[in-house]
């Protein structure tokens, strides 16, 4: 099944290359869609369906939200993650597709066809990224690269991540800003970056790459409830080491005892 998913997401990869598309509004002047997100999706959802019987597609772009919402066996997509990235050709976009069954991640799959990196995991197997395996850091929180972003959807909660951007940033190395953060999270699980917090987070952002931090040895959680769930926006916190996502969640929660919105 991994082989397949992988073949399947480096040929959607090659629909990136098109430079020739339109772009369009998704209700903000942040949030766009181009014609090559929906080929890719299109293109992934022809390909990934048929492999497994009953199992239902939720791609970003005009996702069901029942389906969504829905038990038993779903494919999360997102065809770009880094959308913007994506339209001023800055190189730093993926293709991300997860498998979730009965509410658990059993496989994930990451991929940036601009450096041919494809990460992947499936649950209790390891990641790997082109083959060879990979882990987490073992930094220290002094010396961990931070990625992070602003509720850039909800601006609204742009003063608490500011705040806690603030207080990481007087106790870690660096602070990076990718814009994707699929991309920011994979590169957490081969060591790249060491801390990732995003006020909220959709599934399609994450559902891949969380499998992939953990098999590669990281932390992954919320605040809120006791686990992640793959039906909603949730605050995600990821860390190397179980320290370091001690030390992130305690200054997050001193910011943000109760997550502000419910969907």
């Known amino acids: 099944m991994t082989k397949k998913v992988i073949e399947i997401v480096r040929e959607a990869g090659s629909l990136m290359q098109n430079r020739d598309f ?9 949030d766009n869609v181009t014609t090559v997100d929906f080929a890719v999706q299109e293109y992934l959802k022809s390909r990934l369906v048929p492999l497994i019987e009953g199992c239902v597609f ?67 197997k390891g990641a790997f990224l082109n083959n060879d395996p990979i882990r987490v850091s073992d930094r220290s929180f002094d010396r961990s690269l931070f990625c992070t972003a602003l509720s850039l959807y ?4 742009a003063k608490p991540c500011l705040n806690i951007m603030e207080k990481v940033y007087a106790q870690c190395e660096d602070i990076r800003r990718i814009g994707s953060a699929a991309l920011e999270l994979v590169y957490l699980a081969c060591g790249r970056v060491d801390l990732f917090f995003e006020m909220r987070i959709f599934p399609w952002d994450f559902a891949a790459a969380q499998i992939i931090v953990r098999e590669a040895g990281g932390y992954v959680g919320t605040i809120g409830q006791e686990k992640i769930t793959f039906s909603r926006p949730i605050p995600l916190i990821c860390a190397n080491t179980k320290e370091n996502y001690e030390h992130l969640r305690r200054i997050v929660l001193d910011e943000i005892p109760i997550v502000p919105y419910s969907k």
């Open 22 to 30: 339109e772009v369009a509004s998704k209700g903000s002047v942040s």
């Open 58 to 124: 939720v791609g970003e772009e005009n996702y069901d939200e029942e389906l969504l919402k829905s038990d038993g066996c779903r494919w999360i997509v997102d065809p770009i993650d880094g959308t913007a990235n994506f339209i001023r050709d800055m190189a730093f976009s993926v293709i991300s597709v997860a498998l979730i069954k009965d509410g658990r991640p059993v496989l994930g799959v990451v991929y940036n066809p601009y450096r041919d990196e494809m990460f992947y995991a499936e649950a209790g």
């Open 154 to 157: 909800n601006k609204d909660y």
